[in-house]
């Protein structure tokens, strides 16, 4: 994936995420009043759902079959750590970044999570059921709307997903949370 790719993906998720919580919220906030506070976490739990989901496929995509084995990489994690010549070997593999994108982006949201829970075990919960969610979303075509899955089911997400949102819980500064009342 190329720079501006990046870019373009990353934006549109934003985008998302972005309209979905003004609009969530600003409904929410019809009907039980002052429900704003949660803006962080809405928006870091849409951005990574965007991210998990997005782009929808176009007509004629292929099926992605489930990866069912932890951390099945088919080799390419030992192929890169015997070849790589240095650091941008690691920064340009999808296999580097996209691990490092679960945890780093659930990481978002386990920050966010911070101004709502005290214990760890509630970020774990949070993290277990939102990438649950995800690749569940991602194993039945988005629940049914598309006839096969179009973005890969994968148990090591499962894994790597919560650990991100533990990992932003615990290093994110409880008492700078900034609660909003």
Partial sequence: MTVPELVKFLGGAAALAGVGTVLGLGALSLAWGRVWRVWPLALATLFVVALALHPLPRPGYACKPPVLIPFDYDGTLAAL?????????????????????????????????????????????????????????????????????????????????????????????????????
């Fill in 81 to 181: 750590w015997a070849t790589a010549q240095g650091p941008m070997d690691w920064i340009t593999s999808t296999l580097a970044a996209s691990t490092a994108m679960n945890v780093g982006f659930f990481a978002l949201v386990g920050a966010a999570l911070t101004r709502h829970a005290q214990r760890t075990r509630v970020a774990l919960a949070y993290g277990l059921g939102l990438s649950l969610f995800i690749e569940l979303s991602q194993v039945t075509g988005l629940w049914g709307l598309y006839p096969c899955p179009y973005r890969t089911f994968d148990v090591t997400d499962l894994i790597l997903n919560p650990f991100g949102v533990v990992l932003g819980f615990a290093l994110w500064p409880k008492g700078r949370a900034g609660r909003v009342e």
